[in-house]
């Protein structure tokens, strides 16, 4: 594939997760990392559901955050899971993904519907120029992560805004 200076977007890259053994737990993979739009997908299927409490998960994980963000310079990863894959999740919550969204039955499989969460993990220098720590920081999972907005006055355009003399340019490709 060559290494990230000479290539924009990745398609995919498949990585085998082993023990010491040699013997295969489980696959990761990078999709569709993008220089242009910052980000990639990254996806870890352990073959146990047991192993995303195991030493396994991590290495594979740290694996694909130093691959997406000190190799690809990516500012976000993406991860996604089935409604059913509950260890899946709590790991992906552990290791700092955020959850942004189910969408309801959307995937086939074991004879049955199930729902898709997405979940994000911003580059740390990223999340740490747009967040805070809050006073209400006691509250949370993890208390030593930023939740508050470092510029809380700054988010979308409020479009029925009417300004007398002004003019807004949208370049748009």
Not at 68 to 78: N, T, W
Not at 163 to 171: D, N, S
Request: proline share 3%; with cysteine.
């Amino acid at each position: 594939m060559g290494e990230p200076g000479g290539v924009l977007v990745r398609v995919g890259e498949l990585g085998f997760v082993e023990d010491r053994g040699g013997v295969v737990q489980g696959f990761c993979v990078m999709r569709g990392a993008s220089k242009d739009a910052a980000y990639g997908e990254f996806n870890l299927m352990l073959i146990d559901e047991a192993a995303y409490e195991t030493p396994i998960a991590r290495e594979a994980f740290d694996f694909g955050f130093q691959r997406g963000f000190e190799l690809l310079r990516l500012r976000k990863l993406l991860a996604h899971c089935l409604d059913s894959e509950v260890a899946l999740r709590a790991f992906l919550l552990r290791s700092g993904f955020v959850h942004n969204g189910t969408q309801r039955e959307v995937f086939w499989t074991g004879g049955r519907w199930h729902n898709l969460d997405t979940f994000s993990l911003f580059a740390p220098e990223l999340r740490s120029s747009l967040y805070k720590k809050s006073d209400a920081q006691g509250e949370l999972i993890d208390e030593e992560r930023e939740s508050a907005l470092r510029f809380p006055k700054m988010g979308s355009f409020k479009w029925d805004w009417e300004g007398v003399g002004y003019t807004l340019t949208i370049p748009y490709g």
